[in-house]
């Protein structure tokens, strides 16, 4: 079921690379998978042949990232929404689901802000706080990078020790046991990214408040939370599902991070229902 890396060039010359698994059928629902900061599509293995019994998955590279192209420019979120945009139009999808973990999620909440709900259908997003550093009025962002001076830390660990950051990485991330092989591609994976494009678009990423985008989304979202999540407290990934109008929180009572990769079973069951039947709970509760 799994076919060969395409790529597709943007306006601004970056190559995107992507991977279409799944029936010719054009009936079936479209459904876009984007990856998280430092990762790549085949941080998604485990899931795609599951989803693609049920939907057209396409799973794609972002900028910076896997197989696609690293340019000189282009280290902001906003950015990697054009892409997406583009992807979109490219492909001529529509009526998509898309599903962002981590930096995706925030990926999507800039495709909105820049333009709409076009060609979007549901949304999901996995264990992203709407904003990753501290302010007055947040306390809930990243336990690892929110001020300037974790993201300095951040940032000198990347450049000095690469491969020691990419193995601790998959050590944190992950609470359920996986097997050694598949830690041993998640770190490979990494570590075709350069640290310091890696290290450029966090300075992005981190400092960005998704905040008041959320009451503005006008579709149905599944908000997947990792209650034992190394990267988040719980409570700020949760306040995504709590502003959104129309959106379902779940929470992955033993998974970190990565719930995806920690228990594919179960995400790809409430993805699949999610595209097919939309919401599965009632707006202000939370599933567990």
């Not at 009526?95 to 981590?102: A, D, I, L, P, Y």
């Not at 996995?126 to 009025?137: G, R, T």
Request: charged share 20%.
């Amino acid at each position: 079921m799994r076919q060969e890396t395409k790529s597709l060039t943007l306006s601004d010359g970056c190559k995107l690379a992507y991977e279409r698994v799944g029936s010719e059928d054009r009936a079936l629902p479209n459904l876009v998978l984007l990856h998280g900061w430092s990762a790549s599509r085949h941080y998604f293995d485990l899931n795609v042949s599951g989803l693609a019994k049920h939907c057209t998955v396409w799973a794609v590279d972002q900028r910076f990232h896997g197989s696609s192209g690293r340019p000189t420019w282009g280290y902001h979120i906003a950015r990697l929404a054009a892409d997406l945009r583009e992807f979109l139009e490219i492909l001529d999808l529509w009526e998509v689901t898309v599903v962002g973990t981590s930096m995706g999620a925030a990926v999507i909440w800039a495709y909105i802000e820049l333009f709409g709900h076009s060609h979007l259908s549901k949304l999901v997003f996995v264990d992203q706080a709407p904003l990753q550093n501290v302010a007055e009025d947040w306390k809930l962002g990243s336990k690892g990078c929110y001020d300037s001076a974790s993201l300095a830390r951040l940032q000198s660990r990347l450049t000095l020790d690469f491969p020691g950051f990419a193995a601790d990485t998959v050590r944190d991330c992950m609470t359920r046991p996986v097997g050694e092989s598949v830690k041993t591609a998640l770190i490979e994976e990494t570590l075709r990214c350069n640290p310091r494009d890696l290290a450029r678009l966090m300075a992005d990423h981190t400092q960005l408040d998704w905040r008041p985008i959320l009451p503005r989304i006008a579709v149905p979202c599944l908000n997947l939370v990792g209650r034992q999540s190394e990267v988040f407290p719980w409570q700020g990934c949760a306040v995504v599902g709590e502003h959104i109008p129309e959106c379902q929180t779940i929470y992955f009572e033993g998974a970190n991070h990565w719930l995806y990769i920690e228990e594919p079973e179960k995400f790809n069951s409430l993805v699949t229902a999610f595209v097919q039947h939309g919401l599965i709970g009632v707006k202000g509760k939370s599933s567990v």
